[in-house]
């Protein structure tokens, strides 16, 4: 018996965050595949950057996942 293939997962992240930059708090704000710009290959065991949006200034936001 080999070992299982990895399968891709999308990952759906709920967060509620406020934005730095219009001050608006996002309840419920929905991390997808669509919405995370992953930087970096995540394979060397350091942390995972990615950016995401404000909805509603369109302030670009910078998350680092350890």
Do not use: H, W
Request: aromatic share 8%.
């Amino acid at each position: 018996m080999g070992t299982p293939k990895k399968e891709k997962q999308i990952i759906g992240l709920e967060i509620d965050f406020t934005c730095p930059y219009c001050q608006k708090k996002i309840r419920g704000f929905d991390l997808n595949a669509n919405t995370i710009n992953v930087k970096g290959c995540g394979t060397c065991g350091g942390d995972v950057q990615c950016s995401i949006s404000c909805p509603l200034c369109d302030y670009e936001i910078e998350l680092m996942v350890y």
